[in-house]
């Protein structure tokens, strides 16, 4: 995309649907914090891999990992504050747990819900969380753009009021993360990581995943609050006579395994693996709309709907018998093509 003078100021990505001629550019800023992450590596991108012994990648887009604002305009609300003397600052409602804002020497954020978000880089943040836009004195646009011009790596000063005190802060923003990974190749493990076990599938929630069931889950939407932590999916169920009468469950998340909750796919591998019981135990969560009368066949998971009935939870039990399952999951893997019991990464050997 080009300015009247013949520059550069962006990309085209996407266009409005059902619109015509409305579309979003990637702005030039971006693409240069882009090329400039990815310079040394020869522009090697593959933040999906990215580790210490890995530093290949691109460092992702910086955040300070605060969540929801809340304005500033009510007196009464900024007197409250501290903040009746001053101009401008936003309320910070939630901060992420592993973001920007933690101490890791205290394992605190330090920026903490009530307190008031005043700058950013030393520009002054307004009452609505918009700061002016560099040579458009009439325009203003979200703080966020001060914090996402520059690279991960690079420390930003802010300040905020505490009960009416002034603080300043170096924070190192980081990307943020997310209970259900977003992106494939840069949070989202490519391949996909798998279990199978008497059949079943298991998977780790992610967006692409989401999108390839064509579901919504917004109840996973969230910040990652522990590290390591995923949402194990029952993905699907290859149809065997060990697992005969679960063979249309699907979509549904695992909660726990002989009545111990899951904390993502290496310890469902682990539990398993560990597990003396005769028969395994898997626990799923269902949620569904609570309809006027619940039938038998009410048992499905929420496909792409809608309403202002909340949902209500419940769980669906399966059953496996473990000595059956150690000698059918070669043959059902064979059946399907499937080389291995799990993806690489995850060990499990039953």
């Not at 899951?262 to 898997?282: G, K, Y």
Request: hydrophobic share 35%; with cysteine.
């Amino acid at each position: 995309m080009f300015d009247e003078k013949g520059r550069v100021v962006g990309v085209a990505s996407a266009h409005l649907k059902n619109a015509s001629n409305i579309g979003y550019i990637i702005p030039s800023t971006v693409l240069h914090l882009f090329l400039k992450s990815t310079k040394e590596n020869n522009g090697y991108c593959n933040a999906g891999a990215k580790a210490p012994t890995n530093p290949h990648g691109f460092c992702g887009v910086a955040s300070l990992g605060l969540g929801q604002l809340q304005k500033l305009e009510n007196p009464t609300l900024r007197k409250y504050l501290g903040m009746e003397h001053r101009e401008g600052g936003v309320r910070v409602l939630s901060a992420d747990p592993l973001g920007a804002c933690l101490d890791e020497k205290t394992s605190n954020l330090c920026i903490a819900p009530d307190d008031v978000l005043l700058s950013v880089k030393g520009v002054l943040i307004g009452e609505d969380g918009t700061v002016q836009l560099p040579g458009r004195e009439e325009e203003r646009i979200s703080y966020k753009a001060i914090v996402t011009s520059v690279l991960p790596t690079t420390p930003i000063e802010i300040s905020y009021i505490r009960k009416g005190s002034l603080h300043t802060k170096s924070v190192l923003p980081s990307p943020q993360r997310w209970i259900c990974p977003r992106i494939d190749g840069y949070d989202v493990l490519d391949p996909p990581m798998y279990l199978i076990c008497g059949g079943c599938v298991f998977t780790q929630l992610t967006k692409p995943w989401l999108k390839a069931k064509k579901m919504s889950m917004t109840q996973y939407g969230g910040p990652l609050a522990e590290e390591g932590r995923q949402i194990v999916m029952l993905s699907a169920v290859l149809a065997s006579s060990v697992n005969v009468g679960y063979h249309q469950l699907s979509c549904f998340p695992l909660r726990s395994f002989d009545s111990v909750d899951v904390f993502n796919l290496q310890h469902l591998a682990t539990l398993i693996q560990n597990s003396t019981n005769p028969d395994l135990e898997f626990r799923l969560t269902i949620s569904m709309q609570k309809p006027s009368s619940v039938s038998e066949t009410a048992i499905e998971p929420i496909k792409n709907q809608s309403t202002d009935t909340p949902p209500i939870e419940d769980e669906v039990l399966i059953i496996l018998d473990r000595k059956l399952c150690k000698e059918m999951d070669p043959i059902i893997r064979k059946n399907h093509l499937i080389n291995a019991p799990c993806s690489t990464g995850i060990k499990f050997d039953w």
